[in-house]
């Protein structure tokens, strides 16, 4: 069941309220401190396919950035900007720990077995296996 699924995760911090004014520019610095302080977490949307006999379910990890003073920075803010300075790689490899705990705990909780998990990336095999090797 999808929400039992959800509802097992860790509950959300609560996010900061907005300072008043316009938020400030995003610099590199920021986008960097955001990613090595863990302000940018992930929010999970479920994708669901439906085929002639069969359903699958997944879910697709979206990153969030929640600054600590200005609240939630949108995406579009600061995917780009860390493409553009060289911060994508770091992005990527934080998020991809944070989905791969996330799923290995799911795993844990409700003994779901991952049928199929489509043509990854060498990293990415490599981060799934050390997380079922990981006590959780």
């Known amino acids: 069941d999808l929400r039992a699924l959800l509802g097992r ?4 911090s609560p996010v ?7 938020m400030p ?4 610095a920021m986008l960097a401190d955001a990613i ?10 479920p994708k669901v396919r439906c085929a002639e006999d069969t359903v699958t379910v997944g879910f ?8 600590p003073q200005w609240g939630p920075i949108p995406p579009d803010r600061f995917i780009l900007l860390a493409e553009r300075e060289g911060l994508i790689e770091p992005l990527t490899r934080k ?3 944070q989905a791969c705990a996330t799923m290995a ?9 991952i049928r199929r998990i489509p043509a990854l990336p060498h990293r990415v095999l490599e ?3 050390a997380h079922r090797r990981s006590p959780i």
């Open 9 to 12: 995760q860790p509950p959300a």
């Open 16 to 22: 900061p309220r907005p300072v008043a004014g316009a």
């Open 25 to 28: 520019e995003i610099t590199p």
């Open 36 to 45: 090595q302080t863990n302000q940018i977490g992930l929010v999970y949307q």
């Open 60 to 67: 697709e990890a979206l990153a969030r950035w929640t600054h």
């Open 95 to 97: 998020v991809l720990v």
């Open 105 to 113: 705990a799911i795993r844990h909780a409700t003994g779901a077995i």
């Open 127 to 129: 981060t799934i296996a």
